[in-house]
């Protein structure tokens, strides 16, 4: 599972960064929902917020599910999806991701180079106003790390990663750097 946040434009991105850090910081010390402990990957800026995205059914799209898809057979696997998601009128829009492609990805930045090769890039290829993707990094990253894998997403996906990023807090939020 991992979460990655959708913003509508990088004006909005100070105020929908800010608000969504203190969603997540309150829903990680408070709900104790494991799944919402996931971490933050990536922000997304992208006109349409989560419209259009592929979901998953109840129960996350795993093969023991007994949901029936539109034609009485089994629901259509998608490889990833969101499971769940909270949004703010339109402002932004913080999703968590789940499925096949995900779960056999073992570590953070398998997971985001995923997310760019599945969600992202496509999206980006088929209407050019989907934009810019922010990197986000684990607090516990070091600096030899953010850096390899800032250059290396860079090279695999050049008009895609900005130039900032971030880093996730389980305890300070979403912070610039």
């Known amino acids: 599972m991992a979460a990655l946040l959708l913003i509508p434009?990088?004006?909005?991105?100070?105020?929908?960064?800010?608000?969504a850090s203190e969603y997540l910081a309150h829903q990680?010390?408070?709900?104790?929902?494991?799944?919402?402990?996931?971490?933050?990957?990536?922000i997304w800026v992208r006109r349409g917020l989560d419209a259009g995205l592929p979901t998953l059914f109840p129960g996350g799209g795993h093969e023991t599910d007994t949901v029936l898809g539109p034609s009485g057979g089994?629901?259509?696997?998608v490889p990833m999806g969101i499971r769940t998601s909270a949004a703010v009128s339109g402002l932004w829009s913080l999703c968590w991701l789940d499925g096949p492609a995900l779960r056999d990805?073992?570590?953070a930045h398998r997971r985001r180079r995923r997310i760019l090769?599945?969600?992202v890039q496509p999206a980006h290829l088929a209407d050019r106003a989907s934009g810019r993707f922010f990197p986000v990094f684990a607090h516990t990253d070091c600096q030899e790390t953010i850096e390899a894998q800032l250059t290396e997403l860079g090279g695999r996906y050049p008009h895609l990663i900005a130039p900032q990023w971030y880093i996730d807090?389980?305890?300070q939020g979403i912070c610039t750097r």
């Not at 990680?28 to 990536?42: E, H, I, Q, T, W």
């Open 117 to 119: 090769d599945l969600l």
């Open 105 to 107: 990805a073992h570590d």
């Open 169 to 171: 807090d389980s305890e």
């Open 74 to 77: 089994p629901p259509p696997v």
């Open 9 to 19: 434009s990088v004006d909005y991105a100070e105020v929908a960064v800010e608000q």
């Open 28 to 42: 990680r010390r408070y709900v104790g929902d494991p799944a919402r402990n996931a971490p933050l990957l990536g």
